[in-house]
């Protein structure tokens, strides 16, 4: 399916994109339920009537979680692209997010920052239940558990090796911080690895979650970051799986067609 959505550029003229995306990539945007209108940052004091959920989101970037599970859940909403770190280089989105960082996700009053809270935010206001697990299910423990991992155990070494081998100026970078850091979010993979080992298709047994999309994301991090030949085997089998999702697709898609809009590079 062609990408179809309206944009709205900086000087305020809305016009309609179809495009195949960054080199072919970007292929769909609208799912079979989903609708994405990407916003420049510059006008959305224009937006503010519009009750539709609202992600600022940088590429490839934590916030990637909450892109994936609106498509997933084919909910609407408005995308903001930023470049990164938005903190520097958008010093206007600190009027929004105070914390500088992604995502932010705006739903009338309520406004979140925790990229695996909002999946199962979305999940559960907006998307009765699925991909989520509630209390009495057999899951539920292994779920929310997975669900922190994510971020807590596994995206938290991966933000230091970024920092320390990519983002901090070269006078200022540490290799072997960054090795270590590395390390450390490896060996803590093995989890997933021996969960993953029995050959189940999902790390829950009830199938997909957004405890994949937690914990998947910090491996498609770890692809970015050109650790494929470190990364174990069921770990890559189960990822490999995860990226051949319509949901999937469709969020790379948005994103990639959001940097053409906004004339921003990817960050990695």
């Known amino acids: 399916m062609l990408l179809a959505a309206s944009i709205m550029g900086r000087r305020g003229k809305k016009w309609q994109l179809e495009t195949t995306g960054r080199e072919g990539m970007a292929k769909t945007v609208l799912g079979r339920a989903a609708i994405c209108s990407i916003t420049c ?3 959305l004091s224009k937006q503010r009537g519009n009750a539709m959920l609202q992600l600022w989101h940088c590429h490839d970037a934590r916030s990637f979680r909450a892109l994936w599970s609106l498509e997933e859940l084919g909910l609407e909403y408005d995308l903001h692209m930023l470049p990164f770190p938005p903190r520097a280089l958008r010093k206007d989105y600190m009027g929004e997010n105070p914390l500088g960082t992604v995502p932010l996700l705006i739903d009338g009053d309520t406004r979140m920052t925790e990229s695996t809270a909002i999946p199962h935010y979305l999940s559960t206001v907006h998307g009765g239940g699925r991909l989520a697990r509630a209390p009495g299910d057999a899951d539920y423990g292994a779920y929310l558990n997975w669900l922190h991992h994510g971020e807590a155990t596994l995206t938290f070494p991966q933000t230091l090796v ?4 990519m983002f901090e ?3 200022r970078r540490q290799p072997q911080v960054a ?3 590395k390390i450390w979010f490896l060996a803590r993979l093995r989890l997933a690895e021996q969960t993953l080992a029995d050959g189940r298709s999902h790390l829950l047994t009830s199938g997909f979650s957004n405890a994949d999309i937690s914990v998947g994301y ?3 991090l770890a692809l970015a970051l050109r650790m ?3 990364l174990p085997p069921n770990c890559l089998a189960w990822f490999e799986r995860l ?3 319509d949901g999937f697709a469709r969020a790379k898609a948005a994103q990639e067609a959001a940097l053409m809009a906004e004339g921003l590079e990817p960050t990695f």
């Open 41 to 43: 940052f510059d006008t």
């Open 162 to 165: 970024l920092r320390y081998a």
């Open 243 to 245: 990226s051949g999702r």
């Open 228 to 230: 494929e030949d470190d």
């Open 169 to 171: 100026p070269p006078e």
């Open 179 to 181: 090795e270590d850091y």
């Open 218 to 220: 910090a491996v498609q």
